[in-house]
Every structure is written in structure tokens, then in C-alpha cells.
T-cell receptor, first 112, second 113 residues
């Protein structure tokens, strides 16, 4: 019940395209859903996050869409750039538990 | 305004040796979390500590692993008698209070030979 399932494992998109990464969760106690961006040899960095009472959140070129009834959420990257090439992780978080449950990660490559 | 500092960045140990991983949280942060990332996998929660207290160690293996966050000094993740399966990247994160954003360090990459 703690799992967060993420897909696809890897994704290649041309520059300017809109990569979409999907996550599904089981634990209805999650009350915060962050996305992290990780470059090789670096730690994860918070990119954008959403709470379940909101269906969409935009920050710059990054958008989270959230479907509470389906227990799914996704990350869209508009006007993708080669510099966006990284591994992206979704996660679920419960305030009471104070720990992030991460998806398996998506390795995104944006070709010039 | 340094971020979360982890050292060493890379650590090589022979099977049976001990590994000590250090984490200095961001200034003003009193909550520390350790996560492990196996190759090609996501991060898995290991332990959550506040100063001098272990709050949640549900992700820690039952044997050989221990963690501490003393009143003074960095948080330490200690792995005794390392085995090849312990090879992974270990990340520390810190937050100022409960339910505020946690910032990650750059990780320690442990290789057991």
C-alpha cells in the first residue's frame, strides 16, 4: 500500500516536445505529492509539488495534473530543453509519517 | 548558506569493514532523513532523526545498520561488516521543522569490493 508506481522508465523527446511522466499511488493517506529532478552525481532537488485538493499546478514550464479519484498524477514539461535531461522522481508524503515514498524514476532525454 | 553537506562523496570498503557516512544538515534544520538509492531504482526511506532522537527507523535493515544525530556534530549513518549488497548511493536530507521542504545532499556513493 505504500508504493508509488511511476512510468515510463525512460523517455526520449525532441527539443520543444512535451514529455509526460505518470505516477499512481495506493496510499490514500498521502497528502503531498512532490516531483524531484536528479542530475547524474547529484542529489534530488524539489521541482514542483501539489496537494490533493488541487487538480493542477503550474510553475514555469512544469505542470502537475492530479486526479484524486483515480489516485494518479503526472508531470508535463512544456517546451522541453536539452537541459531538462535528468531523472525525474515522483513521491508521496504523509505529514504524520514524515517520509517520502518515491517512484522508481524516469530517465528523460531531450534531444537537440 | 551552504546546503546539506555529505561526506565523503565516494567511499570504497572491503567486505567486512565498517562504513561511516556523515551528514551536516542545513543551518537551522533539526530534522534529518537518510535514504538509500540502489542502481536504477528510486530512493528508499531508511531513518528519520531529530537531535539526539531516532523518530522512525522503519526503513533500516535490522542488523549492521545504525544512525545517530548527536546534539553536536553531524548525523552519522554507520554500516558494520559491509557486504556487496550495501553498495548504493546514500542520501541525507534535512528540514527546518515538521512538514516543511526537505533538502537533499549530494549523496555518498558506497562501493563494497
Amino acid at each position: 500500500q505504500q508504493q508509488v508506481k511511476q512510468s515510463p522508465q525512460s523517455l526520449i523527446v525532441q527539443k520543444g516536445g512535451i514529455p509526460i511522466i505518470n505516477c499512481a499511488y495506493e496510499n490514500t493517506a498521502f497528502d503531498y505529492f512532490p516531483w524531484y529532478q536528479q542530475f547524474p552525481g547529484k542529489g534530488p532537488a524539489l521541482l514542483i509539488a501539489i496537494r490533493p485538493d488541487v487538480s493542477e499546478k503550474k510553475e514555469g514550464r512544469f505542470t502537475i495534473s492530479f486526479n484524486k479519484s483515480a489516485k494518479q498524477f503526472s508531470l508535463h514539461i512544456m517546451d522541453s530543453q536539452p537541459g531538462d535531461s535528468a531523472t525525474y522522481f515522483c513521491a508521496g508524503f504523509t505529514q504524520g509519517a514524515q517520509k517520502l515514498v518515491f517512484g522508481q524514476g524516469t530517465r528523460l532525454t531531450i534531444n537537440p | 548558506n551552504a546546503g546539506v553537506m555529505q561526506n565523503p562523496r565516494h567511499l570504497v570498503r572491503r567486505r567486512g569493514q565498517e562504513a561511516r557516512l556523515r551528514c551536516s544538515p542545513m543551518k537551522g534544520h533539526s530534522h534529518v532523513y537518510w535514504y538509500r538509492q540502489l542502481p536504477e531504482e528510486g530512493l528508499k526511506f531508511m531513518v528519520y532523526l531529530q537531535k539526539e532522537n531516532i523518530i522512525d527507523e522503519s526503513g533500516m535493515p535490522k542488523e549492521r545498520f545504525s544512525a545517530e544525530f548527536p546534539k553536536e556534530g553531524p548525523s552519522i549513518l554507520r554500516i558494520q561488516q559491509v557486504v556487496r549488497g550495501d553498495s548504493a548511493a546514500y542520501f541525507c536530507a534535512s528540514s527546518r521543522t515538521l512538514n516543511t521542504e526537505a533538502f537533499f545532499g549530494q549523496g555518498t556513493r558506497l562501493t563494497v569490493v
